[in-house]
């Protein structure tokens, strides 16, 4: 067992986790760190999928009570008719959801293969666009007002911040940073924007999980991982709880930075990391 491997799966995990509830896009700091600092960090599909669940696992737990009142309400209005004017909001709620995930779980999937193509052969260029876009997105909504928004979402917010969400799929473009600005940009509250943004997120997860299981059925040598090697247990293992724990640690701030006008900050950050990949893109081309 190597104590560097050990140290650089703990270190993913949690960039995996900081970077799914931070604007600041995991993608492009991994892209970046590959390039600049000749990292190797191509796990396989295996530790794609477990990263995930451990950021997946951290947001379920953060919104429990949110998502158990949700799937209580969806369910009772559907089989509890005398329930319904009281269940009708959760089951609507769930339903905005499903609308959100539609763009990524149709279109996204097709541009992600088209992006692929462009990033196999300019990976900074891709990944630069995809953190100047996240820069601007920020920067345009930096004096949104973040307690005085809507305290609802509509169908066609649902819809917009969903269309953000389809872009994601774009490496070095953040998920959390599109689909905030997305809401932020339709006038709803910085609350509302962010719990549905976590709520999008369950589904995401849950859909790009199953899409990497897909692949490594596809090409099982895609799976990145040797049954007969035991200490790869150990730094799969410490990767998911580094990402589970640093998703769960992010959650408890994003909130606070976030309604303290702080996207500035990030917007400013993404775009010099922004320019950074431009350059590295421009010299290696």
Not at 123 to 143: C, E, F, H, K, Q
Not at 176 to 195: D, H, K, P, Q, Y
Request: with cysteine; net charge positive.
């Amino acid at each position: 067992m190597s104590f560097t491997e050990l140290v650089k799966y703990i270190l993913l995990g949690i960039v995996q986790g900081i970077t799914e509830v931070l604007p600041i896009s995991s993608s492009g700091h991994v892209a970046i760190a590959q390039t600049l600092f000749r990292l190797e960090t191509d796990e396989g599909m295996l530790f794609l999928i477990l990263v995930n669940v451990g950021s997946l696992v951290a947001i379920l737990i953060h919104f429990w009570k949110t998502i158990i009142r949700l799937v209580k309400g969806f369910l009772r209005y559907i089989f509890v008719r005398s329930s319904r004017n009281e269940t009708r909001d959760d089951f609507q709620y769930c339903l905005k959801i499903a609308v959100a995930s539609i763009p990524l779980g149709i279109i996204g999937l097709s541009l992600k293969s088209t992006i692929e193509s462009y990033y196999d052969r300019v990976p900074m260029i891709i990944v630069s666009l995809g953190l100047l876009v996240t820069a601007t997105a920020l920067y345009l909504v930096r004096n949104a007002s973040y307690v005085n928004g809507r305290q609802t979402v509509s169908y066609r917010d649902a819809l917009f911040v969903g269309f953000g969400q389809m872009f994601a799929v774009m490496p070095g473009l953040s998920r959390s940073g599109i689909t905030t600005s997305a809401g932020l940009s339709r006038n709803m509250s910085m609350e509302t924007t962010l719990v549905f943004s976590f709520m999008m997120y369950i589904p995401a997860s849950l859909g790009s999980s199953l899409y990497y299981a897909l692949e490594i059925i596809r090409d099982p040598a895609s799976l990145g991982f040797d049954p007969s090697d035991f200490s790869q247990y150990v730094y799969y293992l410490l990767a998911l709880i580094a990402s589970l724990v640093a998703t769960r640690f992010s959650l408890k701030f994003v909130f606070k930075l976030f309604r303290g006008g702080k996207l500035i900050y990030f917007s400013i950050y993404t775009f010099l990391l922004g320019m950074i990949a431009l350059l590295a893109g421009i010299i290696s081309f």
